[in-house]
């Protein structure tokens, strides 16, 4: 099964709205899966639908510290240590208090403690879910519980299952659908894929964040194309976007106009090219173009 990341430079691009699109349409023609690796805020469900029962599996991604009273001899030592200002002294109690959201996990207060009265310990981070989508492919959607850290981890384990899947499956393609932005979570759902395509709009901010974008599937040497979302909102930018492209010998796999049609599909829970029909023979060249790239036709 080969693997494509989409992924844009800044959020508000119409990553999710396009590849909720592209994923309807290739599943008439391959069979196929999708990831949902914006652990922080996935939507792709709230689009796609579900059908069906939904099985979630929890992930621990991380770890924290936890207070054993009985042990603890009032020493004081992991308040003075903690550089997260995640242990604080109760003078009530006589005993340290560990904030579970400042806590980083970094084992600092376990190490100095000389009575053991902390341990570090795994706790749960977030989950991921399998379901099948109103449209009959499979979703791996990941989610990271408020408040806690191990984004990049959850998409590790997201993209496990989805490989998994593809393999017992015999799936041809899988697309995942990155966060916005280049941080771990983004570096976790582009290393390894076949290819990435980067969705950008012609706004100065979607230019700075598109060159960004290029610069790390580059440095995993991952081939890639670009999208120009709502290309005709600012002709100037949208050719400084392909001159980009020109200069960095990227090619550009589709240009979609500016269409409300995009928000009515949105606002009733749609793909856009179901809501508007009108849309797929621009989806269809984009996704030609894709199967191409990647022998699939």
Known sequence: MKEVCILSGKGGAGKSSIVASMAVLLADRLEIIVGDCDVDAPNLALILGSSGDVECETIRASEKAFLVAERCKSRKKCVRVCRFNAIKWSARNSKPEINEFLCEGCGACEYICPDRAIDIKEVDTGKICYFRSDYGFGVVSGHLKIGERGSGKIVDSLRGKVSEIGRVEGL??????????????????????????????????????????????????????????????????????????????????????????????????????????????????????????????
Do not use: W
């Open 172 to 297: 041809d393609l899988a697309l995942l659908d990155s966060a916005a932005g280049i941080g771990c979570p983004v570096v976790s759902s582009v290393k390894g894929c076949d290819r990435a395509i980067i969705i950008t709009e012609p706004t100065k901010a979607a230019i700075n964040d598109s060159k960004r974008a290029i610069e790390l599937v580059r440095h995993f040497g991952i081939p890639h194309s670009i999208i120009i979302n709502k290309y005709d909102l600012n002709h100037e930018i949208a050719a400084d976007i392909e001159d980009l492209a020109d200069r960095n010998e990227i090619p550009i796999m589709g240009r979609i106009p500016y269409d409300l049609a995009f928000t009515d599909a949105l606002v009733n829970g749609l793909p856009a090219v179901i809501c508007n029909p009108h849309l797929k023979k621009l989806f269809r060249g984009i996704v030609e173009e894709l199967m191409l790239n990647m022998g699939l036709d």
